[in-house]
């Protein structure tokens, strides 16, 4: 049975297009729909388009900064979640940013780890977290590509091991596809690998 899993959408907003690079590729490596903005100018027309569930916000902008714009977007849309993150935190800026209901204020560089459990906190505030059968499916099928990419084959070589079709081998690993135990097994025996492996290290 497949599982529909709504792509939660990012707005990263920074005038520095190397972060925004950066945190595009993070956030969609975990599975999130990222657009990434420069121009602070136009972020209001943006986030009336664009039906975003988050926006990331950098607030030290030529033109514009953050808290301005975040003041913009709360004339239209009081619930879309807001992080600030900045270089240059200071005491004003942050309770300005709460004020305006921002749901986070993150120090610029920040961790990675930390800055993931930001994101995992805000969906679950906003009611977009995912569930733990949606999670689990993520889990089983980023372990089962790391194993058969570790072992260099190939999703047709999976296939020819397991009797099980390309397609379907595909939607597991992008947890696209709630796996039978007897596909779970397939897998395990076609990786050398115990089942309970497949679920990760949780």
Known sequence: MAIEVPAVRILIVDDDKAICEYMQTLLEKDGFDVKTQSDPTVVEDEVRRGSFHV?????MMPKLDGIEVLKRIRTFDSDLA???????PNLDTAVAS????????????????EFREVIARVMKKKGLARTPEEQLHKIIG???RSMRKAKELTLKQMS??????????SQIERAESSPSISSLYKIAVALETKIQDLFGDN
């Open 82 to 88: 807001v992080i600030i993150f900045t270089a240059h």
């Open 160 to 169: 020819r091991r397991t009797g099980l079709s390309i397609s379907l081998l």
């Open 98 to 113: 709460m004020k305006l209901d921002a749901v986070d204020y993150i120090k610029k560089p920040f961790n990675v780890d």
């Open 55 to 59: 926006v990331i916000l950098d607030l």
């Open 142 to 144: 980023d372990t089962i």
